[in-house]
């Protein structure tokens, strides 16, 4: 059975709710899509149709015949939807769908070349929890006065990836690496260990550590660079300096460009978040790194791997963000300037 998901060709007074589950539905369907100029074919299966298909897929004109479910959905239709989208959720969801009906002649997708890849996947499983012990009293000793790392929070087991472990220990071993050889192979040689998992067991205890930390005030202010100021003294780093927050949902990508662009030379852990008003001011979030240099700008996630961006950094940053919001819903990124 074939269902189609159908837009009229006029300004529907829709709700807010109807319009997000067809845009969802659109975006779902964004596999299983078939663009000719401004037509967009939308098929959504179940199981046994969903076999069927890939079987016609080896004869298109038989499988366009049989399934006949073209559907025009034009720009000026979603235009007249777009007041309609009262939320920064929704606009993204209108953007989506616009560049899947009208995708940009003038701009092709350049393949971006990971120097070396990772994954934090192999990084989740058992924890060490006397080690996670030891590494809470440490950072305890040494953090703000607005900050406390609660062993109760200690978990046996480290879940959903260890981020912030990783990218501390990258701008550790960076910073203190002989400056005397080039950028690139300082850093491909530090992220190298992470594709086949590094030290897990001491990956995950940091981690452990890490995910106690709390506010003792939830009132706190500037409470990400005191958050990341307090996991860089694991290493005897600082957080000097960083920038103001910047809200996927509320702010301008313009926004994003000038603060992107703003940022001098230096290490920076780029800090990406889901707000919360509890003990840690987020529900979760995701800890990357950026070095800007003479030498170019490089960028690391834990999650994808090393790579160096020749241009437009704030395009490359914006477009990662947007992907990282989509995931996990993580719409507030600050970047924090490490130090020695």
Known sequence: MTVNFTFS????????????SRLIALRNAKKSTHIIKTDLTVKKFNIVSRIVWICLSFFPSLRNSLFDTNLTLTRKYLEQLDPQASSGRMSSLLSEVFEIVNPSPDKPKSKKKRLIKTSQ????GLNWRVRSERYVKKLNEECPPAIQFNTGKLSWATIGGNCSAIALDVINHFLRSSDKQPVEKRLKKIIKKFRSGGDLIEMRARQGAFNCIEFKNISSSDPIIQKIQALAKFHSLSAVESTPAFDLLKDLKQSFSEIANSLNSGVYLLRIIKPSENEKKEVHGHSMVLIRCNEGDYFFDPNKGLEKIESLLDERLFEHLKHNYKRFEISQATFIKITL
């Open 9 to 20: 060709g006029k300004n529907d007074q829709l709700s807010h709710e109807e319009l997000e």
């Open 121 to 124: 996947g192999i990084f989740n």
